[in-house]
């Protein structure tokens, strides 16, 4: 396994119960800086795959590596530390804490990973890239101030990838987090999103069910194409 990849997996098999087949890949990779749009309808199994790939769920057979560093042979702890280390994800619903200022919110990793830290602090303050990060996703300095819980649903949208970039992770991954969004706000989201991975060399999987999407990335993957398993709820 190489770093020249931010994903490499081969033959994997994955189910959330004993005797039941929800993933059946037998490769699928993502080069080191590339974006790639994974499309599949809802039950498709993308929620899985993306639990796989982040180390939350392990596999139940295959080979899985990321960023180089192949995931199977790290306990639960250590998968944990590299997750909060090399991973940046941005949830569906975003997953913001409500009692946090959108500034603090995206300050959290920092918190869990010196790595991404220090990273975050080469060039000044963890605030002042906070702010940063905010800024260039459109989010001005009246609004980062604000709670959270009184923020629209695309000021948090932009929120959460702040969070999933700060100390450029070298893998961004990213759960149908446009799916609230009319198709203008969507675009524009997409667009600021590609340009910070771009700027950090990070790579990133876009998972959505609306192959409309395809456009804005490097590569468009149709999960049905390399899942031999087939149509899953998951």
Request: some cysteine.
């Amino acid at each position: 396994m190489t770093t020249e990849f931010a994903i490499q997996i081969g033959q994997l098999e994955f189910g959330w119960k004993p005797g039941q087949t929800l993933l059946d890949i037998d490769r699928f990779e993502l080069a080191a800086g590339e974006s790639v749009f994974l499309v599949g309808p809802s039950g498709s199994g993308k929620s899985s795959l993306l639990a796989v790939i982040a180390g939350i769920a392990p596999a139940s057979a295959g080979e899985i590596a990321i960023l180089g560093q192949d995931m199977t042979a790290l306990s639960p702890a250590r998968r944990d530390a590299f997750r909060a280390d090399n991973l940046g994800v941005i949830f569906q619903l975003f997953n913001l804490v409500p009692y946090l200022s959108p500034l603090d919110n995206v300050m959290l990793p920092c918190r869990f990973s010196k790595a991404r830290r220090d990273r975050a602090t080469r060039n000044g303050s963890l605030r002042s890239e906070a702010e940063r990060l905010l800024n260039s996703l459109g989010l001005d300095a009246a609004t980062i101030s604000r709670a959270s819980t009184e923020l629209s649903v695309g000021q948090q949208q932009r929120v959460a990838a702040a969070r999933a970039l700060i100390g450029a992770p070298g893998l961004i991954i990213a759960d149908e987090p446009t799916s609230a969004l009319d198709s203008s706000s969507r675009n524009n989201f997409i667009e600021l999103l590609q340009g910070e991975c771009e700027a950090a060399n990070s790579a990133l999987l876009f998972v959505s069910h609306d192959e409309a999407l395809g456009r804005f990335f490097d590569r468009h993957v149709d999960l049905a194409d390399i899942n031999r398993a087939g149509s899953v709820v998951a």
